[in-house]
């Protein structure tokens, strides 16, 4: 009679944990108005625990089965919502993941972005698709931006016969250090080097700034978003990081296999200042485009590059027309491959 009991209780406690699984607890999300968010916990790693954070808005029609998971870039969050009502507005839930020590998944003591191996996002990406298919969604879109976008390719190579996403969209990928050759062959090796032998040590940021004030409505962009999450100057970097992000570009640069269909953009130019342009609104000032538009073409056998005239470097967080055309291809694109009505 013991033993009976004892195998009820365990199999009432499995019942109980799945239904909490499908039934997963959201909140409003402070940052971006209408949007909900819920946190997944990833465990522990080498400095001690971590999260991400899952944020969600659902169409309007409950029907809806369509839906894309957007990663986001390097000292990043997600906050761009205009982009997310575009989703939306075609049919689709929209989700998106802000990764462990990063925008909304920051713990306190943890260094922004410290990771020794991209792999480690896998594991935000796997629950987060997890979440999305068990909230009835069939047919899926991974979204990455910039180093985003770099850790998308890496997980759909990796994922290769698992996958549980139908099309990936690139927004000016990570393919590339946007440094001289010299830099590239002599301080880049240097530093990747030091990231596998002392991981934890910390060095400056590039000082991207001018990109920056050209997004925040503070200086003289149009967007309104948390300069605490996503400030103008990036915060100290790990030797860690710089050792993860070399082998994911290397992996890139060698060529990957990509089995589902792959849709990169990018801006048609990039720019290289120290000091306030007006070109920064019309161009990459973050990556050499032609380094991505180069890698991009031994990813996959469908892959489908357009570099876009006058993007930025977040093509959504472009001047209005210009953002209105990467929405207009981004949505033609993936017409051939979403589900028949």
Request: charged share 25%.
């Amino acid at each position: 009679m013991i033993k009976k009991l004892g195998v009820i209780i365990l199999i009432l406690t499995s019942f109980l944990s799945v239904n909490a699984q499908l039934k997963r607890e959201y909140v409003p999300d402070s940052l971006c108005q209408g949007f909900q968010k819920t946190t997944l916990d990833m465990g522990n790693d080498y400095n001690g625990r971590v999260v991400a954070t899952l944020v969600r808005k659902l169409a309007p029609d409950t029907t809806a089965r369509k839906a894309v998971l957007y990663i986001h870039g390097y000292n990043d969050y997600f906050f761009q919502t205009e982009m997310a009502e575009e989703y939306i507005k075609h049919g689709y839930n929209f989700y998106a993941v802000d990764l462990r020590k990063n925008g909304r998944s920051i713990l306190p003591g943890q260094v922004r972005g410290d990771v020794r191996n991209l792999v480690e996002y896998y594991n935000e990406i796997d629950e987060a698709l997890n979440i999305i298919h068990r909230e009835k969604n069939s047919f899926v879109v991974l979204n990455g931006h910039s180093m985003g976008g770099l850790i998308a390719a890496l997980y759909a190579e990796d994922r290769i016969g698992k996958e549980k996403f139908d099309a990936v969209f690139l927004n000016s990928p990570f393919f590339a250090w946007n440094l001289s050759p010299i830099l590239r062959a002599t301080i880049l090796p240097i530093a990747a080097s030091e990231g596998a032998t002392r991981p934890e040590k910390t060095r400056k940021a590039s000082d991207v700034s001018w990109y920056g004030e050209s997004l925040h409505k503070n200086f003289k962009g149009e967007w309104d978003y948390s300069l605490t999450l996503k400030p103008l100057i990036a915060p100290d970097i790990t030797y860690g990081w710089i050792h993860a992000v070399n082998d994911g570009i290397k992996r890139v640069q060698a060529g990957l296999h990509i089995a589902k269909p792959v849709l990169v953009m990018h801006s048609d130019r990039s720019i290289n200042t120290k000091k306030w342009n007006d070109d920064l609104f019309n161009a990459d000032a973050v990556l050499n485009v032609e380094d991505i538009h180069k890698y991009a073409r031994n990813i996959s056998t469908n892959v489908k590059i357009i570099g876009i005239t006058g993007g930025m470097h977040d093509l959504v967080l472009s001047r209005k027309p210009v953002r209105d055309q990467v929405y207009s291809q981004l949505f033609d694109y993936l017409k051939q491959y979403e589900p028949k009505k």
